[in-house]
Structure formats: C-alpha cells, structure tokens
C-alpha cells in the first residue's frame, strides 16, 4: 500500500493551496481518508477526514470553513482544498486511510509521507 501526498509549497497568507493524495495496491473506496499536520516541536494533529464513498466529512474547528476535503475514487485520489491559509497551518500534512465507511480522527492503517506547507506572514 502506498500513499503520496503532495501539493505543498510556499505561499502568502490568505493563498491557497490544493494537496492531493494517491493511493494505490489497496482497494480504495473501502477505505476512509484523513489528512493530518504537524507543525515543528508540536504534536500530529488531525485536519480533516472523508468517508469511503464521499458523503461525509469530518474536520477540525481550526480549519472549518477554510479547507475542503473531497475525494475521487475512480482516480483513487483525496484532495484537500485550502484557502484562506494562515501562517499557523505551516506543518508538513499527512494522509492516512483506514478500512472504515466513516471518516475517523485517529488509529489509520495506513500513512503516506508528508508534503510541507509553508505559509508566510
């Protein structure tokens, strides 16, 4: 199973960005999917989560209103849409998938490598 995160970059508060994760050697619409954040000398943090087939999402106070997870099975694919970005979302962002209909905040099967993003002042 593989997992690839990408999309990050460095960008001006108030900008946006697009992550995407591909997954693949996994049956992907079994699984739901997270992103999550860590920001340096802090803990993992949950961003946003998507069910299997899409109908329900699940995000952090932080960042409602602002992202937008949204996923495409027939590309295997997740999204995280940000906008309006503030410098404390700077953090390297993960996505993880688990064998559950529903979107969950925590114990993913699996993680991919994380993709920076960067947000300046």
């Known amino acids: 199973v593989q997992l690839q995160a990408s999309g990050g970059g460095l960008v001006q508060a108030g900008g946006s960005l697009r992550l995407s994760c591909a997954a693949s050697?996994?049956?992907?619409?079994?699984?739901?999917v997270g992103w999550f954040r860590q920001a340096p000398r802090k803990e993992r943090e949950f961003v946003a989560a998507i069910s299997r087939l899409g109908a329900i999402t699940e995000s952090a106070d932080s960042v409602k209103g602002r992202f937008t997870i949204s996923r495409d099975n027939a590309k295997n694919s997740v999204y995280l849409q940000m906008n309006s970005l503030k410098p404390e979302d700077t953090a390297v962002y993960y996505c993880?998938?688990?064998?559950?209909?529903?979107?969950?905040?925590?114990?993913?099967?699996?993680w991919g490598q994380g993709t920076q993003v960067t947000v300046s002042s």
């Open positions: 993880a998938a688990k064998m559950t209909p529903v979107p969950t905040t925590n114990n993913y099967d699996y």
């Open positions: 050697g996994l049956t992907f619409s079994r699984y739901a």
